[in-house]
């Protein structure tokens, strides 16, 4: 089994308008461990830098700083050579990440034989069978003579899944996986990632802005904003006791058929808005602070992290440094202020 440690992944992009260079940083420190058996779900709105960070992890994006490790059960480290067979990726397109010139067999043949999983062309034809009925995509013969546009939505994104399977890979990123997908296709695809990360024990980095499906189909929760991870815990805690005000805002705007939108955003947060002009959101504050409800004039300085719970963990200025209260300091408005 392998495990993958990320440690200050940081990301800058150069912008030129021009002859003005400037720099925008889309991912910000971040640091998690994947490892066997477990999904990690990273959520956010667009632009938080979620896919940057998969894209880094996949080596499709090389890191302005820090560093991805990832491990043997013996804990020597997986070599460069060796590191795509452990780490594949499910992207969010798949009709995009699929040529559509080239049947399903041919995909999924050729990291076979580029991995050296199989040996002679009967032992590769019968392999990709194997792996076309392990997605559930029967009969596999059949299948594996059609070509992507041949096959529905949920049908190619299965053959995308089998792709990372082939080299025999023990950490999978799936990038939006079922956005692209029909809502009533979805649960069946991500029914098919969870059953075969049991049976391979695969750790497994799922991205998503559905907060709904993230709690449901991951063991932590990491809460992306502006490129910085401002929460982090358990699913269910995170969800069901959001503490950052942002993951609270994300928790309520979930549709709830039972509950006007409006009125619940408003129970959520148990905030107003402070009084006045926002704070300016440009660094090194808090990300979020020209959004926030309970903005604080201290919210202009970087906030640090804090232990609310077991493992539950919140980048916030309502919350004590040394984590010795779990609750928002003062009522959560701008006559707060962190003990």
């Known amino acids: ?18 002859l003005r260079q400037s720099r925008f940083r889309a991912v910000d420190d971040v640091s998690f461990t994947l490892t066997p058996g477990r999904t990690v779900a990273l959520v956010g709105e667009s632009g938080s830098g979620k896919s940057t960070v998969a894209r880094m992890i996949a080596r ?28 594949q990726m499910v992207f969010q397109d798949p009709f995009a990440s699929l040529n559509p010139f080239h049947t399903v067999e041919h995909h999924l043949a050729r990291p076979l034989k580029l991995h050296g999983r199989t040996k002679g062309r009967e032992d590769t034809r019968r392999t990709v069978e194997q792996l076309l009925e392990r997605v559930n995509l029967t009969p596999a013969a059949d299948i594996a003579r059609r070509r992507p546009h041949e096959l529905s939505g949920g049908q190619r994104q299965r053959v995308a899944i089998a792709r990372a399977l082939a080299p025999g890979a023990r950490v999978v990123v799936a990038d939006e996986p079922v956005s692209m997908l029909d809502v009533s296709i979805r649960l069946g695809v991500l029914n098919l990632l969870a059953r075969l990360q049991r049976e391979d024990d695969l750790a497994v980095l799922y991205i998503t802005h559905d907060l709904a499906t993230a709690r449901h189909f991951s063991d932590e929760i990491l809460v992306m904003y502006r490129g910085r991870v401002v929460e ?12 950052h005000p942002y993951t609270r805002i994300l928790a309520a705007a979930a549709p709830d058929p039972e509950a006007r939108d409006r009125d619940r955003l408003r129970e959520a947060l148990g905030l107003e808005p402070a009084g006045g002009s ?18 604080m004039e201290i919210c202009a300085r970087r906030p640090e992290d804090v232990a609310v719970g ?4 919140v980048t916030c200025r309502l919350y004590p440094g040394d984590g010795r209260d779990a609750r928002p300091a003062g009522d959560g408005t701008t006559a707060g202020r962190p003990a």
């Not at 440690?7 to 021009?18: A, I, N, P, Q, V």
């Not at 926002?278 to 903005?295: E, K, V």
């Open 310 to 313: 077991p493992d539950h963990h």
């Open 278 to 295: 926002t704070l300016p959101g440009d660094d090194p504050g808090c990300a979020f602070r020209d959004r926030c409800p309970s903005a």
């Open 232 to 243: 982090r815990g358990p699913a269910d805690e995170v969800i069901l006791n959001p503490r």
């Open 1 to 18: 089994m392998t495990t993958l440690e990320v440690r200050g992944l940081t990301k800058d992009f150069s912008l030129r308008s021009g």
């Open 60 to 87: 499709l994006e090389r890191p302005t700083a820090g560093e991805i490790v990832a491990t043997r059960p013996d804990g020597t480290r997986v070599g460069d050579r060796d590191y795509r067979d452990h780490v």
